[in-house]
């Protein structure tokens, strides 16, 4: 289990590339005070992973949550339903459904809840609780299917290049970041590097990250 969740967090960074996360000045009605210290590679990344010029590798992309195996269904919709409680330690219960918690980072420490407390911008942590609801209603993508690194992302877009996204797609991007953080992002990455979240088509939740 260890080995398949870190290989699913690794397709996920070699899709995103040299990422760092982008932080704007301009008035926006988006979360901006969240700081995000940018991951340091944890590893040689697999051969066989996904690159932007690769084409073919782009996933497919999807908002139908009925489309997803049952397992993820029901992880989404326990991330969903912690949530929208508005109460952070409701997140424990998707959390500990793990058998490893998620990955949420270098920095993250032993107790996740209060791990992303501290990341929010108010104290009692709803401004990460509405980021992730955000993700999750944004639509996901299907990365390496049938292999050990198959997992479920969103926001799909988080496994696109931004110059291959549709108009309706950039429509989808700026309801969760703004025009400036996608100028600073592609200028950096190519593509959006905030908050993602991963699932395994068994339900695990393999991550939620940002940065590279």
């Known amino acids: ?24 000045s301009s008035p926006a009605n988006t979360v901006r005070t969240i700081t995000i210290q940018p991951q340091g590679n944890s590893g040689a990344q697999p051969d066989t992973a996904p690159t932007l010029q690769d084409a073919a590798a782009l996933p497919k992309v999807s908002k139908d949550v009925s489309a997803l195996p049952e397992a993820v269904q029901r992880m989404r919709a326990a991330i969903v339903e912690a949530a ?7 997140m424990r219960v998707p959390i500990e459904q793990n058998e490893l918690p998620p990955a949420m980072g270098q920095e993250a420490d032993t107790d996740l809840v209060s791990y992303l407390r501290n990341l929010s911008g108010d104290e009692a942590g709803r401004e990460i609780l509405a980021i992730i609801l955000e993700l999750l209603d944004a639509g996901y993508a299907h990365v390496e299917p049938g292999t050990s690194r198959e997992v479920y992302v969103w926001p799909y877009f988080a496994a696109l290049p931004f110059d291959r996204l549709t108009p309706q797609q950039e429509v989808d991007l700026f309801r969760i970041i703004t025009p400036a953080d996608r100028d600073d992002m592609a200028a950096h990455a190519g593509q959006y590097t905030f908050f993602r979240l991963g699932i395994g088509p068994d339900g695990t939740w393999y991550f939620l990250l940002a940065g590279d």
């Open 84 to 90: 929208q409680s508005g109460d952070i330690e409701r």
């Open 1 to 24: 289990m260890r080995t398949e969740l870190t290989a699913a967090a690794l397709v996920l960074a070699a899709l995103a590339g040299p990422a760092v996360a982008a932080a704007s």
